[in-house]
């Protein structure tokens, strides 16, 4: 129980990038996948209420030149499309927590509103990272520890890539 503690605040503070791996760990028997599940929804649900909720308070007062220039644009395609941001944001990685700030900040959808597409929309994503983690696990799981050969192709693929970048890098720091 004391894991699933440790892995909402994990979800809570780093998004999405380590469902994935989360995925292939409920394959490897560590975590229940459907706890997990729940577990990714509540976390990613928490911070985007709480960017939600900071968007109109922060946002206001912090300025940005570039966002300034892009806030007409991006304000009009909220006005339409507020539920399909949302989940777009979702999907599109590194855009989730400016849209919900931006939600936030303009005030197009209440929270209740938004919290109800935002559960929708998280079950989907979570669904889908932490299943594709699972089944590459179980793919991985295959490939590593039936077949020797490939691991040694593999090996050699990542050494040779290594060495080419590494003597690249050497020449361009001369």
């Known amino acids: 129980m004391i894991q699933y503690i440790i892995l909402y605040f994990i979800i809570l503070f780093s998004g999405d990038s380590v469902m994935f ?43 940005f030149k570039e966002l300034e220039k892009k806030k007409k644009r991006v304000k009009k395609f909220f006005k339409r499309k507020a539920v399909l941001s949302i989940f ?7 855009t989730r927590a400016l849209t919900v700030i931006l939600l936030g900040e303009l005030k197009l959808i209440s929270l209740k509103k938004f919290v109800f ?43 040779i890539v290594g060495y080419i970048i590494f003597r690249k890098w050497k020449k361009s720091v001369r």
């Open 21 to 63: 791996n989360l995925g292939g760990f409920s394959n490897l028997g560590y975590f229940d996948f459907l706890v997990l599940l729940i577990i990714s929804v509540l976390a990613n649900l928490t911070s985007d209420i709480i960017f939600f909720l900071i968007g109109g308070k922060i946002l206001i007062k912090i300025k």
């Open 88 to 94: 777009l944001s979702k999907f599109i990685y590194g």
């Open 117 to 159: 597409y935002d559960i929708f929309a998280l079950t989907i994503i979570s669904s889908v990272v932490l299943s594709l983690g699972y089944l590459s696990y179980e793919y991985l799981n295959l490939i590593f520890i039936d077949n020797s050969l490939f691991k040694a192709i593999f090996v050699g693929f990542v050494f």
